[in-house]
C-alpha cells in the first residue's frame, strides 16, 4: 500500500552549510570566495544524504516542501541593527542581548526611535521562555547565494519535479526584521500587523493531509527544532506517528548540540518516528 508521503526540507540553504573549498563559489566583485555565513558541522553531508533520499524515492514522494531563511540585511537579529555602547560599533555575531541590557544601555538600537518597539519585542520573546535574543552573522540575505537550497540537494528536487510534473513548493519566513522566526510556521513573537508572522495554518492543513511527513534540514538545534515543535503542537490530527525525523539529516549549531539531543528525546517522548534517510 502506497503511504502518501511529504518531504518537508527545513532551511537547507547555503549559509547553513559546512561546504567544501571547491563548492564554493567565488565573488565577481572581490574575486574572493563567497563562504556560508552560519555553517552547521554536518549540514552539508546531511543534505547530500537527503538529495539521495529524494532521488532514490522519486515518485514514492507526493510533494515536497522547502522552508527559507529570508532576511533583510538589517534585522532585530544581525549586528546593523545595534550599537554597543561601550565601543559605539555594532556587537559581534553571537552576542545575546536581553531586554535588561538594553535598559540600561549597555546595547542600543542603532535607530533611536527604535527602542520602545525593541524593548516591547524583548519583553514579549523572554517571557515565552524560549530564546533569548541572539545576534547572528548576516546570513540568509535575500537575494544572495547564502540564501539558495544546497546546490545537490536543489539538483535532486529539479529532478524530481521534471520526473513528476510537479514543483516543489517554497515557503519563506523571517521577512519581518522585527521578530525572530526560526519555527516556518510562527514567528517566536507574531507582529499583529503582518500575516506572515502569525501560525502558518495553510502549511500545517496542507502538511496534515498526508499519511507520513518527513522532515530534514538545518539546524536541529533552531530552525528545524521550532518548526516540528510547532508541528507537534498545533497539528489538527493530533495523529504525530505520522512525523518522521530524518536523524542522519538534520545537525545542531555548534555549541547547542545538547538541546538537538533534548529535542529529539522529546518529539520521540511524543510520538515523533525518528529514523534514518536509509531506513526507508
Not at 540553504?13 to 558541522?41: G, H, K, Y
Amino acid at each position: 500500500m502506497h503511504m502518501n508521503t511529504h518531504l518537508l526540507l527545513i532551511d537547507p540553504q547555503n549559509d547553513f552549510c559546512d561546504l567544501p573549498e571547491d563548492w564554493l563559489p567565488r565573488s565577481p566583485v572581490t574575486a574572493e570566495a563567497i563562504r556560508p555565513a552560519l555553517p552547521v558541522a554536518g549540514a552539508h553531508a546531511d543534505l547530500q544524504r537527503a538529495a539521495a533520499l529524494v532521488q532514490r524515492l522519486g515518485a514514492q514522494l507526493d510533494a515536497v516542501t522547502v522552508t527559507l531563511d529570508s532576511h533583510h540585511r538589517i534585522d532585530i537579529a544581525h549586528p546593523g541593527f545595534w550599537i554597543e555602547a561601550a565601543t559605539g560599533r555594532a556587537p559581534g555575531p553571537f552576542t545575546p542581548i536581553t531586554a535588561a541590557q538594553v535598559r540600561a544601555g549597555a546595547y542600543l538600537p542603532r535607530d533611536a526611535t527604535a527602542l520602545p518597539r525593541t524593548l516591547a519585542y524583548l519583553d514579549a520573546l523572554e517571557a515565552t521562555g524560549r530564546y533569548t535574543l541572539m545576534v547572528w552573522p548576516v546570513h540568509c540575505q535575500m537575494g544572495t547565494w547564502g540564501h539558495a537550497v544546497h546546490a545537490g540537494l536543489q539538483a535532486a528536487l529539479d529532478g524530481w519535479a521534471d520526473a513528476q510534473g510537479r514543483s516543489v513548493s517554497v515557503v519563506t519566513k523571517g521577512e519581518n526584521p522585527w521578530t525572530e522566526h526560526y519555527s516556518a510556521l510562527q514567528a517566536e513573537v507574531p507582529d499583529a500587523a503582518d500575516e506572515r508572522t502569525e501560525l502558518n495554518a495553510a502549511l500545517l492543513a496542507e502538511l496534515d493531509r498526508f499519511d507520513r511527513v518527513l522532515i530534514a534540514g538545518e539546524a536541529g538545534s533552531h530552525c528545524v527544532r521550532a518548526t516540528v515543535e510547532h508541528l507537534a503542537a498545533h497539528l489538527p490530527s493530533k495523529q504525530l506517528r505520522k512525523l518522521v525525523l530524518l536523524t542522519d539529516c538534520i545537525s545542531p549549531v555548534t555549541g547547542f548540540e545538547a538541546q538537538q539531543a533534548d529535542f529529539l528525546a522529546a518529539m520521540q517522548v511524543r510520538g515523533l518516528q525518528l529514523l534514518r534517510s536509509t531506513d526507508l
